[in-house]
């Protein structure tokens, strides 16, 4: 839906309380989102359910001047591209009582996957509960020919999972190999990162982060590799987006060892730190058990804005979210006009 100015929104509803009719504001949200995600994320089903909680979603139209559409109370974003990121930024600048979610600058971190993991290695998050690191990493910018030689100084260990660089949301960017032998990496295409693959019993966790509030699935993925695999397999083979498909292996018939959860207070610190260290409240990350032990998790990937539309009760998550932002504002605006009074 595209609001036009002459069509502002009415941005008072009606909504019965008790029988009593009582003027509620409505939320306006703008959103660029690319068809796709527009397709994924407002379902019907969440489009009315957020009608319902005085929640309206506006398609911001990228061709016209943000501070001449809505007026928003909150801006949901994921497109990419330098002079959208700057107008983002001075519409931030301009618009303080506008909530933009995420900050463009901060997002840029996830973009690519050498600083995505950066924050996990740095927070070196280990307590009562287990220990979460992230896998051995090696960054190759340019000259494939030097990948042996580069693996074997930093003593990388096979098989290694050749990602891109880049996470910019391209198709190209989700295209990953896995290497068993040294010699077949000079047939990657730099700039990619190396990193050490975990066998972790063919499932992993996805962490969905909405602001406050913490989802975990279990999703499908690759099968350990056995050193008997390792040994007499030689090459580099490209392997399909497994996680991402929407089949969910909660419900699978699993080995439990390798499907219990990891431990709710770990997945709590670790999401606050992550919040905090990353600066976002919309994304999710991927983390795996090392198989054959209870309590060592390495996060493989992190991913802003992800598929919220296969998060279990995300309806009813978002809404609450996006209203605790407008009403934790109101706080906010409150304070400051008492203070300066
Ligand atoms: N270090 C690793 N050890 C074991 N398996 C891994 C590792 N890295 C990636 N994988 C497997 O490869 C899959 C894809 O990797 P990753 O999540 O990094 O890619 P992506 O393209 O960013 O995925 P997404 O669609 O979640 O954004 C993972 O879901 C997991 O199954
Ligand atoms: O396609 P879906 O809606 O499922 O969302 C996927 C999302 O694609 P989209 O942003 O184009 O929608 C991906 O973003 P890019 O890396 O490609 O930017 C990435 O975040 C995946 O991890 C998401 O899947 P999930 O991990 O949540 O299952
Ligand atoms: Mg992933
Ligand atoms: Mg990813």
């Given amino acids: ?16 309380v008790g029988g009593l009719q009582q003027q509620q ?42 501070s001449d559409q809505g007026p928003f109370d909150i801006v949901l974003h994921k497109l990419t591209g330098k002079e959208w990121r700057q107008i983002l930024e001075d519409y931030r600048q301009t618009h303080p009582e506008v909530t933009v979610l995420d900050p463009p600058d901060a997002i840029q971190r996830l973009r690519n996957r050498q600083s995505m993991l950066q924050c996990v290695a740095d927070m070196n998050l280990s307590n009562s509960y287990g220990k979460v690191g992230v896998p051995r990493q090696l960054v190759i910018k340019k000259d494939a020919s030097s990948i042996p030689d580069a693996v074997n100084k930093a003593g990388l260990i096979l098989p290694l999972v050749a990602k891109p660089l880049v996470a910019d949301g391209s198709a190209k960017s989700h295209e990953l190999s896995l290497a068993y032998d040294q010699y077949s990496l000079q047939k990657l295409e730099p700039p990619l990162v190396l990193q050490e693959f975990v066998n972790h019993g063919g499932v992993l966790f996805k962490v969905y982060i909405v602001g406050e509030a913490i ?52 997945l709590e610190r670790l999401a ?20 054959g032990t209870r309590d060592h998790f390495y996060v493989i990937d992190i991913n802003y804005f992800p598929g919220y539309g296969k998060m279990p009760g995300y309806e009813h998550i978002f809404t609450d979210f996006l209203l605790s932002l407008v009403q934790s504002h109101t706080r906010n605006d409150r304070a400051r006009n008492f203070l300066k009074a």
Avoid at 36 to 55: C, D, V, W, Y
Avoid at 249 to 262: M, N, Q, R, Y
């Fill in 215 to 266: 989802k975990v699935v279990r999703r499908f993925s690759l099968p350990d590799v056995t050193k008997r695999e390792l040994s007499k397999i030689k090459g580099v083979f490209r392997f399909p987006r497994v996680s991402c498909a929407a089949a969910s292996a909660d419900d699978a018939d699993l080995d439990p060892s390798v499907a219990e959860l990891p431990p709710r207070p770990l």
């Fill in 272 to 291: 606050k730190e992550l919040r905090r260290r990353l600066g976002l409240r919309l994304f999710n990350l991927d983390i795996i058990r090392e198989h």
């Fill in 25 to 66: 504001k409505v939320v306006v949200v703008g959103y660029a989102l690319t068809s796709k995600k527009t397709k994924s994320f407002l379902q019907p089903k969440f489009e009315g359910l957020a009608r319902n909680k005085g929640i309206l979603f506006v398609a911001i139209d990228q061709n016209r001047p943000l």
């Fill in 1 to 16: 839906m595209r609001l036009e100015e002459e069509e502002q929104p009415e941005t008072m509803s009606q909504c019965s």
